[in-house]
């Protein structure tokens, strides 16, 4: 950008609803807005990656699902030099790629803890307290079979969460109160730290075998692609119930729907798919004890308010010359 040129500024298609209204509302805009030297306008086309010639067009890109990949970044006219991602995950840019041509990814880390959190939560009261069976015997008239599904005390049982970054020590605070033992297992975070939440760290293979709700809120890299494979699942108790809300390929999905065909494990709470949108003949979908939501479980109007805000407010600091809060760095 020149100087006196405005900083032109894209946000993808996909993040509007079907009525053409950005589904965070109106509000978050005003950051772009107040900055008179910014430009900004919802990419004209709906693009599922972005392209060398949108890259060329704009100086930055507010970002939902349209993957970028080292070809996005490959040609010499490209203009952009920041994305901001519209949410937490960054599995779909290629950070190190987009740094190497000195393009600054960024990301929405504090506004999604407290939701993803809350949408954990959600999932583990929904199966314990067998909502979804307790709905359909009463909608047929079968109400005296209630006794048939009890239900899950929490303050007896053990909550495992797989990663204890922001959205797992959110979901460990939340989650105290309960009065349930709880476990982590995550080596990048110290062990006081975790037991200031209440919570016990421990390996990966213990918190399994000893958990009755496993909740997966880790990033997907290589390191954590396939963590929960069938070897993983055997290792969980009978009864226990897995919860996955970080990313779908956190799970071997056909180890997991195995898992729970053989009753290897209880049941599950399913936000992500290793494909989505989700294929119609998945498994996952038919089984009763399996509640599955679209990737979208922690969607609110105050999560989508704040994730904006945070997510433009990098593109509004970005634009002025300022290092924004959250730049994700190459691994």
């Given at each position: 950008?020149?100087?006196?040129?405005?900083?032109?500024?894209?946000?993808?298609?996909?993040?509007l609803?079907?009525?053409?209204?950005?589904?965070?509302?109106?509000?978050?805009?005003?950051i772009?807005?107040?900055?008179?030297?910014?430009?900004?306008?919802?990419?004209?086309?709906?693009?599922?990656?972005?392209?060398?010639?949108?890259?060329?067009?704009?100086d930055?890109?507010?970002?939902?699902?349209?993957?970028?990949?080292?070809?996005?970044?490959?040609?010499?006219?490209?203009?952009?030099?920041?994305?901001?991602?519209?949410g937490?995950?960054?599995?779909?840019?290629?950070?190190?790629?987009?740094?190497?041509?000195?393009?600054?990814?960024?990301?929405?880390?504090?506004?999604?803890?407290?939701?993803?959190?809350?949408?954990?939560?959600?999932?583990?009261?929904?199966?314990?307290?067998r909502?979804?069976?307790?709905?359909?015997?009463?909608?047929?008239?079968?109400?005296?079979?209630?006794?048939?599904?009890?239900?899950?005390?929490?303050t007896?049982?053990?909550?495992?969460?797989?990663?204890?970054?922001?959205?797992?020590?959110?979901?460990?605070?939340?989650?105290?109160?309960?009065?349930?033992?709880?476990?982590?297992?995550?080596?990048?975070?110290?062990?006081?730290?975790?037991?200031?939440?209440?919570?016990?760290r421990v390996?990966?293979?213990q918190?399994?075998?000893?958990?009755?709700?496993?909740?997966?809120?880790?990033?997907?890299?290589?390191?954590t692609?396939?963590?929960?494979?069938a070897?993983?699942?055997?290792?969980?108790?009978?009864?226990?119930?897995?919860?996955?809300?970080?990313r779908?390929p956190?799970?071997?999905?056909?180890?997991?729907?195995?898992?729970?065909?053989?009753?290897?494990?209880?049941?599950?709470?399913?936000?992500?798919?290793?494909?989505?949108?989700?294929?119609?003949d998945?498994?996952l979908?038919?089984?009763?004890?399996?509640?599955?939501?679209?990737?979208a479980?922690?969607?609110?109007?105050?999560?989508?308010?704040?994730?904006?805000?945070?997510?433009?407010?990098?593109?509004?600091?970005?634009?002025?010359?300022?290092?924004?809060?959250?730049?994700?760095?190459?691994?």
């Open positions: 950008m020149n100087a006196g040129q405005p900083f032109k500024v894209a946000l993808t298609r996909d993040i609803t079907s009525e053409g209204k950005p589904s965070f509302g109106e509000g978050p805009l005003a772009l807005n107040n900055e008179k030297h910014i430009q900004w306008e919802f990419l004209p086309e709906l693009v599922s990656e972005i392209t060398p010639d949108i890259m060329a067009r704009y930055g890109l507010y970002v939902n699902t349209p993957r970028i990949a080292a070809s996005s970044v490959a040609r010499s006219d490209r203009r952009v030099r920041i994305v901001a991602r519209h937490v995950g960054y599995d779909s840019v290629d950070v190190a790629a987009l740094a190497a041509k000195g393009v600054i990814t960024t990301n929405t880390p504090v506004a999604v803890r407290r939701p993803v959190a809350v949408a954990a939560l959600t999932f583990i009261f929904a199966l314990a307290g909502l979804v069976i307790k709905d359909k015997l009463t909608r047929s008239g079968r109400w005296h079979e209630r006794t048939n599904h009890m239900g899950l005390g929490l007896t049982r053990t909550l495992g969460v797989i990663g204890a970054g922001g959205i797992g020590r959110e979901l460990l605070t939340l989650a105290r109160p309960f009065g349930w033992k709880m476990l982590a297992a995550d080596p990048y975070v110290d062990a006081t730290t975790i037991a200031a939440l209440g919570a016990e390996p990966l293979d918190l399994l075998r000893a958990s009755d709700f496993v909740v997966a809120t880790v990033l997907l890299n290589n390191e692609h396939h963590l929960m494979s070897e993983r699942f055997a290792q969980m108790k009978r009864s226990a119930y897995f919860i996955n809300l970080s779908g956190i799970a071997d999905e056909a180890a997991l729907i195995a898992a729970l065909r053989s009753g290897t494990i209880a049941g599950a709470g399913i936000d992500v798919f290793e494909q989505e949108p989700v294929a119609p998945n498994p979908l038919t089984m009763d004890t399996v509640l599955v939501t679209p990737h479980l922690c969607w609110t109007d105050e999560c989508f308010d704040a994730i904006a805000r945070e997510g433009l407010t990098c593109i509004a600091d970005f634009a002025k010359g300022r290092t924004p809060k959250s730049v994700v760095r190459p691994a």
